[in-house]
């Protein structure tokens, strides 16, 4: 199958902010241009049309329709969706639901588990993937492309990854917000009232942004130029370190790592 084939992408859930996000951003995207899209959603159609969106209710139609099929769902509501995709690709954007208990579900060898965050509505999210099988670069160089369009994408050759990055990447702003919920705390404790806290707090992260642009640079260098200028910033860095500072971040994700791989247990295999 040429890249020309992948005629018609299938986004179940497709109304969701995650499937809407993907198609509003496709629709953006020239080396896109001739893909269309067939959403399904048990809520009633969009008010928005376009030429290369039509909607649906009945799953299996899209299924039949579509030459890649993408999950965007509920891991809570995946069970009762019962589908043969008969080897077509499947890209799955649910978190704990594993590539073989899909599979072995949708009678596909093609699955593709893809972990979005929140900035996919803004095209700045970071999101891995993993395709169970590499026999089909023109599927893998198709995914690639359909997933740059909401960000910046990553495939993984192993698939505990995309558990392990559930936890960070796809947290999108909540570390972040509770890094400025502690600092507006701190603030507040010491008498800057609570609105101008909390705007000071939303301020310095919104700027601080531009710090990471460049994907390459390693987060411990911003940190070690303050760290070295030796100043307020550096005694408060210091004394975050010495209260167990990375200890707490890595139990965090460490929990989170956990709850994912054991996200669904009944039915994950």
């Known amino acids: 199958m040429t890249a020309s084939n992948y005629h018609t992408v299938g986004i179940i859930g497709g109304l969701g902010w995650l499937g809407s996000a993907l198609t509003n951003s496709a629709l953006l995207s020239e080396e896109l241009a001739e893909v269309k899209f067939i959403v399904s959603s048990r809520r009633a159609t969009a008010t928005e049309k376009h030429p290369r969106v039509t909607f649906t209710q009945d799953n299996q139609a899209l299924v039949d ?14 069970a ?69 369009c909401i960000g910046h994408q990553d495939q993984y050759d192993l698939e505990d990854h995309i558990e392990v990055l559930t936890a960070i990447s796809g947290a999108g702003p909540a570390y972040p917000a509770l890094l400025a919920q502690a600092l507006q705390q701190s603030a507040i404790k010491l008498g800057i009232p609570q609105d101008k806290a909390q705007r000071a707090v ?47 971040v890595e139990s965090g994700v460490e929990a989170a790592y956990d709850k994912a791989i054991h996200f669904d247990s009944p039915t994950k295999e």
């Not at 940190?223 to 910033?233: A, L, N």
């Open 80 to 148: 009762s969706i019962t589908l043969n995709l008969r080897d077509k690709p499947l890209m799955s954007f649910m978190a704990g639901i594993s590539s073989h208990a899909l599979s072995k579900k949708h009678r596909t060898k093609y699955v593709i588990r893809a972990l979005p965050n929140g900035a996919c509505s803004n095209q700045q999210s970071y999101t891995p993937w993993y395709c169970t099988s590499q026999d089909n670069p023109t599927l893998l160089d198709f995914i690639a492309k359909l997933l740059h």
């Open 202 to 248: 939303n301020a310095t992260l919104l700027g601080s942004g531009a710090a990471f642009k460049d994907l390459s640079n390693p987060p411990a260098n911003t940190v070690f130029v303050f760290e070295e200028y030796q100043g307020t910033t550096a005694a408060g860095l210091a004394k975050m370190k010495q209260c167990g500072f990375f200890e707490a």
């Open 65 to 78: 329709a579509s030459d890649l099929i993408i999950m965007s769902v509920r891991p809570q509501d995946w």
